[in-house]
């Protein structure tokens, strides 16, 4: 499998099939690992890095996986390509602006991806649609004890499993869920989540991850601390406590839209549809605002005509990356705008809304 | 050269005292000048403070200068970038390191997750033990620096280093 190939499915996370997945749109669990006996990447040789590429990405495909997995060489891709991968959420940002040795082990359902090379030697991570953080997580933990069976990682008795930043020190473990939470935005508390999840030592991002903003209402919340704490406890408190209060605010906003503010509910999302429908110029930026005004309309049934994978399959095809091999040829700023505009209007025009 | 009034060892404690308008000098050595009920400041002696001085100059200077033998980083590097060289740099700047990693953590200053070898399973016996040592070592080091058992403390804090740099 090669990664033009990906361009055919949207991913099993965006598949809108797990639970609560009208608000959370996927989980993720994430370990940070590096080989012992070698630097880590900061300090790492030209040629340790080589060394610590092969030996990772020979270890990733010969490993007996429940999943099938495919390997890219970051080094070797050009950019169109690495930055499809950060619009799957498949590598972060950094790895594919990085430079030298590095590259991404990836089921070919893209539900399981493991960065090498990375700020860390390795970065595994699992991705399950919906509110599926335990799934998640067990087999990440899976997939982590079978590199340890071939792999020796850094690891001390008082630290815990060691990492270049000593923000990902000890069990080396984010959670995060991507939410959807166009309500609480409209109806003006989103702040107030943003205070909680602060005093709760959560980080709060965008949709790519560190460093980028809260686009189209959604948002990454995840855990702030990885030492000190269990593994277990670090995902019973995020699953069982935190996500779920967020989850209900969500919902009580919706209710309160619903109930006694229709009329303004109706007319974002009906402002939505007309740029959707009509423009002739489309940001993606403004691509996602729209969209996700339509996902909260199909989710609350105040539109017809359209279902949720065809929206996430939007989301994903009005990104720069994939808009450019949807068309075929690499386009500039200007005539992606138009280009995006042309497709959705394709897309929505279809559908009687 | 005065001796102490009560036991006739030497005087290091002079006090005038003005009561009446009248003047009265008493020597007393240190011993019975705390058992005579006269506040002590708790003092440090001289040499203390001076090596005391020395060391956490040392200190500065030993983090200006200290370099990992392994990847060649050092302390201000870290600074610079916010990350680590390799896996002896925990050992290597752990007096720094402390304060920076329980401020990232909250707090939080030992691992107490899943161990390699041991697939997510509770962590063996003499680890727990030791985890178990820690914690009741760090209440005992609280009680004794509440109750002003500075040698006490001490020893536990001494104790409790060992522990915690296996």
Redesign the interface.
């Known amino acids: 499998m090669k990664i033009v190939d990906l361009t055919n499915q949207s991913g099993e996370w965006l598949a809108a099939q797990g639970p609560k997945s009208e608000i959370v749109i996927s989980s993720r669990v994430r370990l940070a690992r590096n080989i012992a006996s070698y630097p880590f990447m900061s300090k790492a040789t030209r040629t340790q890095r080589s060394e610590l590429h092969r030996m990772c990405r020979d270890h990733l495909l010969g490993m007996h996986s429940d999943r099938p997995v495919f390997y890219v060489d970051l080094d070797k891709t050009d950019e169109i390509d690495r930055q499809l991968l950060v619009e799957r959420h498949l590598v972060s940002k950094q790895h594919a602006a990085g430079e030298g040795s590095r590259g991404v082990a990836i089921s070919n359902d893209e539900a399981v991806a493991v960065m090498v090379n990375e700020e860390d030697h390795l970065r595994l991570q699992v991705l399950r649609s919906g509110l599926q953080m335990r799934e998640a997580w067990s087999e990440a933990d899976q997939l982590d004890d079978k590199l340890q069976d071939r792999l020796e990682m850094a690891f001390s008795e008082r630290f815990g499993f060691l990492t270049a930043c000593p923000t990902n020190l000890g069990t080396g473990l984010r959670v995060s869920v991507m939410l959807h939470l166009p309500a609480l935005k409209l109806t003006g508390e989103i702040e107030k989540v943003f205070r909680a999840a602060k005093d709760m030592h959560l980080a709060v991002r965008g949709l790519y991850g560190e460093g980028t903003e809260a686009i189209g209402d959604f948002y990454q919340i995840s855990n702030q601390t990885t030492l000190g704490r269990s593994e277990d406890e670090i995902l019973a408190e995020f699953n069982d406590v935190i996500i779920p209060r967020i989850i209900m605010a969500e919902v009580a906003a919706r209710g309160v839209l619903e109930n006694e503010r229709p009329l303004a509910l109706d007319d974002k999302i009906g402002r939505a549809i007309g740029i959707l429908k009509y423009a002739r110029m489309l940001t993606s930026e403004e691509a996602l605002f729209c969209l996700s005004h339509l996902r909260l309309g199909v989710v609350m049934k105040r539109v017809t005509g359209l279902d949720l994978p065809t929206i996430n399959h939007l989301f994903l095809q009005t990104q720069p990356a994939h808009l450019q091999r949807l068309i075929g040829k690499p386009l500039d700023g200007e005539a992606r705008k138009a280009a995006r505009a042309q497709y959705v209007r394709d897309k929505i025009g279809r559908n009687n809304l | 050269m005065h001796s102490c009034e009560r036991c006739h060892k030497t005087a290091t404690v002079h006090m005038t005292e003005v009561s009446n308008g009248k003047k009265v000098e008493v020597h007393l050595c240190d011993r019975c000048a705390q058992e005579a009920g006269y506040v002590q400041q708790s003092h440090v002696p001289i040499n203390e403070l001076l090596n005391q001085f020395l060391k956490a100059h040392a200190q500065v200077s030993d983090t200006q200068t200290l370099r990992c033998a392994?990847?060649?980083?050092t302390w201000q590097e870290f600074k610079d970038?916010?990350?680590?060289?390799?896996?002896k740099d925990?050992?290597l700047f752990l007096n720094q390191?402390q304060g920076?990693?329980e401020r990232?953590?909250?707090?939080?200053?030992?691992?107490?997750?899943?161990?390699?070898?041991k697939?997510?399973a509770q962590p063996d016996d003499a680890?727990k033990l030791?985890k178990a040592e820690i914690t009741r070592l760090k209440k005992e080091l609280a009680r004794a620096v509440e109750g002003e058992s500075y040698e006490l403390a001490a020893k536990l804090r001494d104790q409790l280093r060992a522990l915690?740099?296996?």
């Open positions: 392994d990847c060649g980083m970038t916010g990350l680590l060289g390799c896996a925990y050992e390191l920076v990693i990232a953590q909250q707090g939080a200053d030992h691992h107490t997750g899943k161990t390699p070898g697939p997510s680890v030791r915690e740099t296996t």
